[in-house]
């Protein structure tokens, strides 16, 4: 791993391969759909203090994949192309589609 951080990602040097977010984006998208499936499935017993502590990890989780995503536009320049929102907007509807949501 390179010393690129989050809080200033820079360019790969010359020669190097381009830092590759799509990992971590996957494992928080996974999360995110294990956390849905256990809120669907415990709905009907779920506390109020429960259903807010759930609510918290899904949209910290959200906001995750949307801070990975944005470093990943921001570390390959091919993909700045797209319209400012746009990625973003994919991400959501895919999201939305894999957790039966419209988002």
């Known amino acids: ?3 690129q951080t989050f809080n200033s990602p820079v360019s790969p040097a010359a020669g190097t391969k ?3 977010l799509w990992p971590e984006v996957t494992n928080a998208r996974d ?3 294990d ?3 256990l809120w669907r499935a ?3 017993t779920l506390t109020i203090d429960d259903a807010r502590r759930l609510s918290v990890l899904v949209f910290n989780g959200v906001r995750t994949v949307a801070i990975l995503l944005t470093h990943q536009l921001r570390l390959n320049p ?3 192309h797209m319209a400012d929102m746009e990625w973003l907007d994919k991400a959501l509807e895919q999201l ?7 988002l």
């Open 31 to 33: 999360v995110l759909d």
């Open 96 to 102: 939305g589609e894999d957790m039966g949501i419209d």
């Open 78 to 80: 091919h993909l700045a």
């Open 42 to 44: 415990q709905q009907p």
């Open 1 to 3: 791993m390179t010393s």
């Open 18 to 20: 381009p830092l590759d």
């Open 35 to 37: 956390l849905m499936r």
